[in-house]
């Protein structure tokens, strides 16, 4: 699958906005119940990352 696939906006800077984690939503007869990819956000992710590794956020090259 397509899984930590990184997720863009449609700017023309293209920017990274989050993380795919995962594809369409089953029912039990494997029929899709959605059809909506799903991803973290990034500023989740950072947020996640700074709480483990205080300071490491700066380390990274991404805008505030």
Request: proline share 6%; glycine share 10%; hydrophobic share 35%.
């Amino acid at each position: 699958g397509s899984s930590g696939a990184p997720v863009f906006n449609g700017a023309d800077e293209a920017e990274l906005i989050g993380l795919h984690n995962r594809g369409f939503d089953f029912n039990d007869d494997c029929t899709p119940v959605t059809r909506e990819n799903k991803a973290v956000r990034i500023e989740k992710i950072l947020a996640h990352i700074e709480t483990e590794r205080p300071g490491t956020r700066a380390q990274l090259r991404f805008r505030p």
